[in-house]
């Protein structure tokens, strides 16, 4: 189950296998689940659905990391490292069997949507999974740049 655990590893090793600012591509591997907020209106017993539903869309992912983009200086630079996360987030949500139907990919233009239904949305293993390989990617990165201090130290 691609989780937010799932999600910040995935964005955490693009982020640093890209040697791309980590910390912007992690919170873009979570832009799409701002439409988690939905939880809160839904607990107030308010109808959100139309309002928030977009916000899991390509589209409505590209607007947020844009809002998001002008907070920083190097705005391009800051909505490419969000997009990138993001990408992460879809292309992981795109093997799940979601109970809610698929993700509207193609939204506005089409309500149609699309999953693999490869992993259960409860499948705990998937994050299992994803730790362990974090994990594995955390000491390669770690081997990485000590080789790079030994190297620039030789010279």
């Known amino acids: 189950m691609p989780d937010w655990t799932t999600h910040v590893i995935a964005g955490w090793i693009t982020g640093k296998a890209t040697k791309m600012n980590v910390t912007l591509v992690v919170i873009g591997s979570l832009l799409p689940d701002l ?3 939905q939880l809160v209106f839904i607990k107030l017993k308010i109808n959100t659905h139309g309002f928030f539903d977009p916000l899991h869309t ?7 990391a844009l809002l998001i983009a002008f907070l920083f200086p190097a705005v ?3 909505f490419l490292f969000l997009i990138a996360g ?3 987030h879809y292309f992981l949500d795109f ?3 979601h109970v809610t139907g698929g993700m509207k990919l193609l939204f506005p233009f089409s309500w149609k949507e699309y999953q693999i239904h490869l992993i259960s949305s409860d499948n705990y293993w998937m994050t299992v999974i994803a730790v362990i390989i974090g994990i594995a990617f955390y000491f390669i990165f770690k081997k990485m740049e000590k080789e790079k201090k030994c190297n620039i130290q030789k010279e």
């Open 58 to 64: 390509p589209v409505g992912t590209l607007l947020v």
């Open 35 to 37: 439409v988690k907020i």
């Open 95 to 97: 093997f799940l069997e």
């Open 86 to 88: 993001a990408t992460t």
């Open 76 to 78: 391009k630079k800051a």
